[in-house]
């Protein structure tokens, strides 16, 4: 992220601070010629550190200014102190390149159903379709491509990607992001086993999304078989993650990319998984779990809140910390086993000689 961003516009230090809400430590007239990420840290521009490890990393680069943690107070770089640093420069990125802004209106290449209605200032680009009795809240945007079935309900303020597929009844709340190549709403997968092969077993429920949720690329969130596939406030879903029927996923939940959550599934609030994750049908996972990647829950399994879970299956931190444990001391006893057979075999042959 080194940054020759057309959109910067050189600030000095003191002016940074305005915008972030830190206090400055040092020469609050230094120009800031760029921003630059940790990894790169470049003359003239600025960063975060967001701790005392990552603080010492920086201290001996060339970037000329760093928001820092108020406990931070002693450098030779002009310093920024606020609370939370990752927070300040979440701030200062948004303030300096704000999102992108969509012009009103109804693309004359969109197809939009007589009887959806469409709030006001609402941008719906071409080869956009929007189904029967649909409806499209205030300030929202659908962009090209995307398919809006009949009876779905967009609320205020939301961007729907390019590709974008909401099948018929979903209802989406307000602020809610949906990347492209995303799929809400289609048929979860529900069979039943009869002599002559496979019967389906229909999905007549919906999808509910709730405010301020993000949804990353290439998604899909499948509808119930009967009620609602629930995902619920502030919850942010990375790229590839599959959410199948009669899932809930509780508010402000992050999950990172590939995770699959089966059918039935109770998530928390405020969980954290991390990639790869796989979650069987029928699992309650409690509020505050935090899942490493890699992780799988069998079936049925009632996972407790505030714990780290690593492992297939998925068990406590410090169980697995045990069974590691236990695994390396089990390998270094079997070295030792082979080295006395070793001795053993060299003692045998030395008596019958």
């Not at 099948?167 to 190549?181: C, D, K, T, W």
């Not at 994750?277 to 069998?298: C, K, L, Q």
Request: one cysteine or more; a neutral charge; aromatic letters at 4%.
């Amino acid at each position: 992220m080194a940054n020759s961003h057309k959109n910067f516009t050189e600030k000095t230090a003191g002016e940074i601070a305005g915008i972030v809400g830190g206090e400055i430590v040092g020469d609050a007239s230094l120009i800031i010629k760029g921003i630059t990420n940790i990894e790169n840290p470049l003359p003239g521009h600025i960063t975060f550190a967001q701790d005392e490890k990552g603080f010492k990393e920086l201290e001996s680069s060339d970037i000329a200014c760093l928001i820092v943690p108020k406990q931070i107070s002693q450098s030779s770089k002009v310093l920024i102190q606020v609370p939370h640093p990752k927070q300040a420069w979440a701030k200062l990125l948004r303030e300096i390149f704000p999102a992108r802004k969509f012009v009103p209106g109804i693309s004359e290449r969109a197809v939009v159903a007589s009887s959806a209605k469409i709030g006001a200032n609402v941008t719906i680009e071409a080869f956009v379709s929007v189904g029967e009795n649909s409806e499209i809240g205030d300030g929202s945007v659908i962009r090209s491509g995307s398919v809006i079935d009949e009876n779905v309900r967009i609320g205020a303020n939301c961007v729907i990607h390019p590709n974008v597929t909401i099948y018929r009844g979903s209802e989406l709340g307000a602020q809610v992001i949906i990347h492209a190549g995303s799929v809400i709403g289609a048929d979860g997968f529900g069979y039943v086993a009869t002599p002559a092969g496979q019967e389906k077993l229909p999905q007549i429920g919906s999808v509910v999304i709730e405010d301020d949720v993000e949804i990353g690329a290439c998604c899909t969130v499948d509808r119930a078989a009967l009620g609602s596939t629930r995902i619920c406030k502030g919850v942010k879903i990375d790229n590839l993650v599959q959410i199948a029927h009669n899932v809930t996923v509780g508010p402000h939940t992050v999950i990172s990319a590939q995770t699959g959550i089966s059918g039935s599934c109770k998530i928390g609030a405020h969980v954290t998984m991390g990639g790869s994750v796989g979650v069987g049908d029928h699992v309650e996972i409690g509020d505050w779990a935090m899942i490493g990647a890699g992780a799988g829950f069998p079936s049925n399994k009632k996972v407790p809140g505030k714990q780290i879970y690593f492992g297939q299956p998925a068990r406590p931190y410090a169980e697995m910390r045990k069974q590691f444990g236990a695994q390396l001391r089990a390998a270094e006893t079997l070295d030792d086993v082979r080295a006395l057979k070793k001795k053993v075999a060299e003692l045998e042959k030395k008596l019958s000689s």
